[in-house]
T-cell receptor, first 109, second 112 residues
Framework: QKEVEQNSGPLSVPEGAIASLNCTYSDRGSQSFFWYRQYSGKSPELIMFIYSNGDKEDGRFTAQLNKASQYVSLLIRDSQPSDSATYLCAVKSGNQFYFGTGTSLTVIP | NAGVTQTPKFRILKIGQSMTLQCTQDMNHNYMYWYRQDPGMGLKLIYYSVGAGITDKGEVPNGYNVSRSTTEDFPLRLELAAPSQTSVYFC???????????FGPGTRLTVT
């Protein structure tokens, strides 16, 4: 069973703060790692993907990958109320994608 | 481009009824996926396809069937609906060489 685990939260941060979201995965053969944002009642939308160990930055978002520790994280800098959503971590293994249960983030104005 | 479309948006089924959830993509993607998402949970893969005529089981295939006769369409069939199949169903597609999946808007299904 290939598992992806996230803290379900809820995580609350004040506007302008850094939000830190974490994810661990069980399959060492996993090749690609993704963070999706999902607003209530909507479909997931891709925020970032990362393939290699280290950091990847895109605007206010930074993804971090540590394959030795089987750990992926997402940092959101200068958090905005519009960032309030559920964040899903996903891992690709072969042709299949495995999702965590998501972390609910609330950014307080 | 419409992207990935799903019909219907909502459906209520009685136990034992059958139905087909439709999914169509216009991006000429080879890969297509069906997921279900239960309340407060992540997505679970039901079935996927790597191209027309080729399908394979995901994590939770029991109670479902799929077919892929064209690149564009990937319908999901529920033969004998059960309350445990109450969920939101998402279809997604993916083209090579990217790993990004494009999701449809979802179908909210209730079985009573």
């Amino acid at each position: 069973q290939k598992e992806v685990e996230q803290n379900s939260g809820p995580l609350s941060v004040p506007e302008g703060a850094i939000a830190s979201l974490n994810c661990t995965y069980s399959d060492r053969g996993s090749q690609s790692f993704f963070w999706y944002r999902q607003y209530s009642g909507k479909s997931p939308e891709l925020i970032m993907f990362i393939y290699s160990n280290g950091d990847k930055e895109d605007g206010r978002f930074t993804a971090q990958l540590n394959k030795a520790s089987q750990y992926v994280s997402l940092l959101i800098r200068d958090s905005q109320p519009s960032d309030s959503a559920t964040y899903l971590c996903a891992v690709k293994s072969g042709n299949q994608f495995y999702f965590g249960t998501g972390t609910s983030l609330t950014v307080i104005p | 481009n419409a992207g990935v479309t799903q019909t219907p948006k909502f459906r209520i089924l009685k136990i034992g009824q059958s139905m087909t959830l439709q999914c169509t993509q216009d991006m000429n993607h080879n890969y297509m996926y069906w997921y279900r998402q239960d309340p407060g949970m992540g997505l679970k893969l039901i079935y996927y396809s790597v191209g027309a005529g080729i399908t394979d089981k995901g994590e939770v295939p029991n109670g479902y069937n799929v077919s892929r006769s064209t690149t564009e369409d990937f319908p999901l069939r529920l033969e004998l609906a059960a309350p445990s199949q109450t969920s939101v169903y998402f279809c997604a597609s993916r083209g090579l060489p990217e790993d990004e999946q494009y999701f449809g808007p979802g179908t909210r299904l209730t079985v009573t």
